[in-house]
């Protein structure tokens, strides 16, 4: 994802009930079979909602996937200095710098 569909993404996921799940799939980087807590049905009608409200602001956003996230998740760290391993293994350092970068684009 650009950083102004994270920002609407963030925005429309803060709107969504349920969409908090999606925000902490970003934040962890984790696959979306492994983080939520959620059957293929519910996550797809929650995805759902979410790319709804993203298309309300955004006209031209490109499909995406949930592991989407995590790929984002990954180019962001990535944008942050985390080395390849540190990514992989989720590490504090990688979690923390993903979360710095998150905050810069949604203007926290």
Same mark, same amino acid.
């Given at each position: !994802? +650009?950083? /102004?569909?994270?920002?609407?993404? =963030?925005?429309?996921?803060?709107?969504? #009930?349920?969409? /908090?799940?999606?925000? %902490?799939?970003?934040?962890?980087?984790?696959?979306?079979? +492994?983080?939520?807590?959620?059957?293929?049905?519910? !996550?797809?009608? &929650? $995805?759902?909602?979410? %790319? $709804?409200? !993203?298309?309300?602001? &955004?006209?031209?956003?490109?499909? =995406?996937?949930?592991?989407? &996230?995590?790929? +984002?998740?990954?180019?962001? !760290? %990535?944008?942050?200095?985390?080395? #390849?391993? %540190?990514?992989?293994?989720? +590490? #504090?350092? *990688?979690?923390?710098?993903? /979360? /710095?970068?998150?905050? $810069?684009?949604? *203007?926290?």
């Amino acid at each position: !994802m +650009t950083d /102004a569909e994270i920002k609407v993404f =963030w925005s429309a996921a803060s709107e969504v #009930p349920g969409g /908090a799940a999606l925000k %902490d799939l970003l934040l962890s980087a984790l696959r979306p079979s +492994t983080a939520l807590e959620l059957n293929d049905c519910e !996550m797809s009608a &929650l $995805k759902s909602k979410v %790319d $709804k409200r !993203m298309r309300e602001e &955004l006209s031209d956003l490109q499909p =995406w996937r949930l592991h989407t &996230l995590r790929s +984002t998740a990954h180019s962001l !760290m %990535d944008r942050a200095g985390i080395s #390849p391993q %540190d990514r992989r293994a989720g +590490t #504090p350092k *990688g979690l923390k710098a993903l /979360a /710095a970068e998150v905050e $810069k684009i949604v *203007g926290r």
